[in-house]
Structure formats: structure tokens, C-alpha cells
């Protein structure tokens, strides 16, 4: 089965073909980084504006990198939820009058479930690259979600929250931490790389929900934290000491996640865990995701850095799933800024 | 003038409250279908669309040209109709024919002679606003205040102007030398009437279909944000 897919949610307008067994064909992403840089975060109506102008060609560009003509393919596949609604809203229509007008099945893909299998996918040159077995525990990190599941199927009613962010995603404190320093946006790739050169323990920042036990997450204290010392001392202009401050950030960031993912896995009984999410691409998350699963006997899946960032393949990848099982969309889908998944963390201070 | 497109065309406008549709074939109107959707577009024009070509028995490669509203309107409901067109001319080749909807509610007003300008509401107290005299532009395409509307026409020599739009009445009623003209198809845009208009116009390749936003994009910037050099290299 081949499948055409659409993605639209946040900053990248994306679209690929894949097969069923996860063997991406093509998968085209026109990002829109220099386009929000300037305002140091995205900008939800350039975002729509942008991928309206961008969405035919990288469709186009999708099926002839995969050398396929659109009378090739079985169903279109398009994130309809959760993202930015007017973002959605643009690859939702691109994708219902392709599919209407080719005669094809449309299915609409939750974003974070494309996410959660996009170790899956199988690249040109990773053919050999060995999947997980469900169940497995998969941490999400990104700009926008930040969440640790239990995926017993590929099936959004076997997907579990365990726990999630309170406050703010991992990937949005990479950017606002970034932003606080001058480093631009987006923050991920700039502090990974600054941390390389720093060290982490000249800075002692306290760790975000750092109890066991809880698998929840809190990012906005350790950004409150970074935005203090700012204030007091201003933006450093010595390279080292930014060098320090993002490494110390990250070592902190990082550990946390990891840690988490591996408590979930050892709590859930599970062998498997997985990373996904842009913060997957994280050098130092990745690392210490290894090193913990070695230590626990767990088994790590990473998978390739275009897998972990925003993609049209892994909707694809979803996409045909849900095909597979029949579970297709009719000509009124809805764009929706809600996931489908059941959310178990509530956001907001406070006990639980 | 060029000559009529004859094959099968089907025209659609989602950029004000009212989703429209509009069937020709040889060049006539066969039908038009409305309805009243508010924020719902996205979910309601392609039903729309697909019911009426099941009735008439059209396969989506039969239509060889489509009519698109491309605003100013709504910025959701202008791409939601434009990215609609654009993904059905990936899958059939169909070319289009962007209509805008100033030009939509006055086409085939009764000018007299006079300019005619066209008036539709833009939200926070703005219209969108153009006037033509004799096909030319008096005033482009513009968002302005309510309140200023009428002084810019007065200003561009238009104060005698026919007022189409659902927004002529609020601007009219500052100039004492104009009409009004805001019953349908001179309310809001109608797909029977951007058929009309496509039926004429050259058609383009959808690629090079944009949107008339007119207005530009809203953008909350968090306090304390400064342009970047990038931005302001070049103002003085």
C-alpha cells in the first residue's frame, strides 16, 4: 500500500510516500525557520500564509522524488490535530481536494501518534535498522508537546499517557532559554551545539519535578531560573560562560527526560523505549537515553534525526495504519487543535 | 474582451460568512448552492461542492476550470477555499481563475457612469475598500477605517461614487453625493457571480494563485521584542 501524506501542523509544510511496511519513498519538508527567526518563535498567520504558498510544490515535488504518479497511490494521509488550526487547516484542504478529485481514500493522522511511530519508518541506507516491539515506552519531546507514552499498537485507543509537561514543552524551553541568551530561534540545534563547549557543573540549576515516582514534567521553573540570572548578571559576554550556562541548562533538561523514560519503562515492566520528537534530536538526550536503557537493561530506539523532527513520512506511516484498518475520512474532517490521545497530566501548579 | 470559456466550470467563495458554489456548462449558470456556515468552512465546502456534482453526474476531472474567491475576506476562509482548488488541480490539472471579492459584489452593478466602489467588512472597525472608474483603479484594493472610507473617496475624486458591499451603508452615510447598492449578488460574494467573471478572464496556472489578503498578518510580538538588524536594514 502506498500512501501520500500531508503535513501542515506547526512551521514545516511537509508531504512524503511511504509504504505500509515504513519504507520511505520520498518525504519533503519546506521549513519555515527563516521566516519566524526574526520574531524568535512561530507566528501562527505567517505560518498558514506560508504553507498555502508552499503546499502544491512540495506535494508535486513529493511524488516525483518518489517517481510515483498520483494514480500510484491507495489513500492520502493528512494531520488534521493537534497543531496550529490555520496551519492544519491548509494541508487538511490540499490533502481533501487531491484525494476527492484522484478518486482516493483521505485519512486523517493525529500528529503526535505519527510521531510515536516514526521509529518505524525505514530510510534509504537504515534498511537493517531494528524496530521495537509493542509494547514499548516512548518519550515525545518537541516544541510543542512533551509527554511519555506506553504504545501497546499502533492504535490511538492502545496509546497511554504516563505522564506529561505541566507548563511548557522541552522544546519550547530550548527556545526560550535560547531567546533569553541571544541566541536566536530555534534553541535546540544552537544549544546542543554551545553545550558541547561548556561545562555543565558551574552552573547548579534545581531539576523540575525531580520527586520519583511522578513521570510529569516541568519545564517553566528551570526556564524562570535561567531568566533570573539573566536579569541579575545580563547576557554573558564571554563565549564560556554562555558555553556554561547552555550546557548546564541542557545537562539538566536532559537528564530529567531521560530518567523519566527510563522509570517508565521499568515501572510499565516494558523492555522497549523509544525517543521522538525535535528534542530527539538532542545529542546529549540521546546519549543519555543509551546509557540509562544500557543500565537498566532496557533497549534504546533512536531514530534518524529527519524521523524525529516534524515530517510528512510518519503521518504516512500512521496513515497507513489507520487504511489498513479502514478507518477513513469523509469529505467534512476537521482541523483540531486537540489530540486524540486521552491526556492524563493536568496543566498548572499544584499537587496531584 | 476575450472569448467566453464554454467547457465545464464550477466556482466557489468561502471568504465571507456565506459558503457558495456555482455549476456552468457552455458558458451558462446551471445552479448555485449557498449556505450560511460562519467559522465552518473548512468542513462544509467540499460536501457542498460533492453533492452537486453527484446531482449533475460530473467526475471531478470533467471540470477544466475552477473559480476561486480569493479575497480579501476571512484569512482562514480565503486559504481554505484556495487550498482546496489547488489540491484538486494537483490531482486534475484544472486550471482557475482567481476572482476577488471586491471585484465579486460589483460586478454587473448599475454605475451609471459613476465610479463604483466596493466596500466589505475587514473586523476592528476597518473595511476592505477598492474603487473602480470604468474597469481602472480609483483606489486599489486597501483595508481602512470605517470612518475614513468616505473621506479617501471624496480625496481620490469618487465622492459620487455607486457603494457596493455589505459595508456601503456605514460609509455612505458620510457621503451625501453617492448610492448604495447591497442587495444580492452585491452583498457578499457569490459563486455564480465569480463564475460570470471566470467565464472571461484568462485563466492561470494554480500555482501562481494567491490570495488577496490586502490586510497584512496579525502579529502579537512579545514585550520587550526589538526588530533584528535583518528587519530594519534600509530604514532610515
Known sequence: MLILAIESSCD????????????????????????HTPYGGVIPELA???HLKNASHVVRDALSRAGIALTDVDAIAVTNRPG????????????????WAARKPLVGVDHLVGHLLAVFLRREGDAAVEAPSFPYVCLLASGGHTAIYRVDAPDAAQIVELGATRDDAAGEAFDKVAKLLGLGYPGGPVIDRLAAQGDASKFAWKTPMAQRGSLEFSFSGLKSQIARHVEEHGIPSDANT???????????????????????????????????????????????????????????????????????????????????????ASWDLVATSATELARQTRKGRGKR | MNRPFLGRLVALDTTSLLGTVAFFDRGALLFEREQLVRNAHGESILPLIDAAMRELGWEPRDVERWAVGVGPGSFTGVRIGLALVKG???????TAVPVTSLDAVAFGADDQGDPVASALEAGKGEVYLQCRRGGAFVVEPTHVRSVDAAELLRQCGAASSLIVGQAAAAIAAFLPESRISIT?????PRASVIGEIALLEPERPIDDIEPMYVRPPDITLPAGWRAPASMTAGEK
Open chain 2, 88 to 94: 484538486i488541480a494537483i490531482a486534475t490539472g484544472a
Open chain 1, 48 to 50: 498558514s500564509r506560508d
Open chain 1, 12 to 35: 514545516d509544510t511537509g508531504a512524503a510516500v511511504v509504504r505500509d511496511d515504513g519504507a520511505v519513498l520520498s518525504d519533503v519538508v519546506q521549513s519555515q525557520i527563516a521566516l
Open chain 1, 84 to 99: 496550529l488550526v490555520g496551519a492544519l487547516l491548509v494541508g487538511v484542504q490540499i490533502a481533501k481536494g487531491v484525494a
Open chain 2, 184 to 188: 444580492p449578488p452585491h452583498d457578499v
Open chain 1, 242 to 328: 554562555l558555553a556554561n550556562i547552555c550546557a548546564s541548562f541542557q545537562r539538566v533538561a536532559t537528564s530529567v527526560l531521560a530518567r523519566k523514560l527510563i522509570d517508565a519503562a521499568v515501572q510499565e515492566g516494558v523492555d522497549h523505549v523509544v525517543l521522538a520528537g525535535g528534542v530527539a534530536a538532542n545529542r546529549e538526550l540521546r546519549a543519555r537515553v543509551t546509557e540509562l536503557a544500557e543500565k537498566h537493561r532496557k533497549k534504546a530506539f533512536l531514530p534518524g534525526l529527519a524521523s524525529c523532527t516534524d515530517n510528512a513520512a510518519m503521518i504516512g506511516y500512521a496513515g497507513a495504519i489507520r487504511a489498513k484498518a479502514g478507518e477513513f
